[in-house]
T-cell receptor, first 116, second 112 residues
């Protein structure tokens, strides 16, 4: 059974048109992450939530925002997508962020975003 | 700064063992992970090793950790076509606010 679910799997948006990607989890994990992965590259962490606490990476553009209305759901909002934002967006969860066995991250299948 | 390096490609024959290597720079790593990514899919956690261990075996997978050389390897015994994927090494470093530091991934190509 899928534990981290991302919708949709594929999203096409127009240049400059706001788009929202969604992620839900059935694991009841405290932490939810959003990663951006471009072709043939490692995933790049954009931000994460520990419960309701939002943690932004220093180099994440302001164009990217996130919301976590409850434990199960987390959204990635791209306010004005540019061509350079076309990528796979991966959502992940973990029980904790501190070091320990509970820090392993479980990933969703990803949403591939195309900007036209 | 933190850095994790992997070869970009590895080609092996079906039935042989695959050994995917990873080197890292930060000696304060607590956990090191191997993730598998099939084409167009998310990342699947394969296995992880705690930094005070030097070996972990899980069915066809063997992880070796050499802390002195900061070298991590993943051995896949009896490689099958279903093992064809990109394998990412990642380390958990306390000084990086406990975020994962990722390698660029090794694409495993299986030859018949």
């Amino acid at each position: 059974d899928a534990m981290v679910i991302q919708n949709p799997r594929y999203q096409v948006t127009q240049f400059g048109k706001p788009v929202t990607l969604s992620c839900s989890q059935t694991l009841n994990h405290n932490v939810m992450y959003w990663y951006q992965q471009k072709s043939s590259q490692a995933p790049k962490l954009l931000f994460h939530y520990y419960d309701k606490d939002f943690n932004n990476e220093a180099d994440t553009p302001d164009n990217f925002q996130s919301r976590r209305p409850n434990t199960s759901f987390c959204f990635l909002d791209i306010r004005s997508p540019g061509l350079g934002d076309a990528a796979m967006y991966l959502c992940a969860t973990s029980r904790e962020v501190t070091g320990g066995p509970n820090t392993e991250a479980f990933f969703g299948q990803g949403t591939r975003l195309t900007v036209v | 700064g933190e850095d994790v390096e992997q070869s970009l490609f590895l080609s092996v024959r079906e039935g042989d063992s695959s050994v995917i290597n990873c080197t890292y720079t930060d000696s304060s790593s607590t956990y090191l992970y191997w993730y598998k990514q099939e084409p167009g899919a998310g990342l699947q956690l394969l296995t992880y090793i705690f930094s005070n261990m030097d070996m972990k075996q899980d069915q066809r997978l063997t992880v070796l950790l050499n802390k002195k050389d900061k070298h991590l390897s993943l051995r896949i015994a009896d490689t099958q076509t279903g093992d064809s994927a990109i394998y990412f090494c990642a380390e958990l470093v306390p000084d990086s606010n406990y975020q994962l530091i990722w390698g660029a991934g090794t694409k495993l190509i299986i030859k018949p």
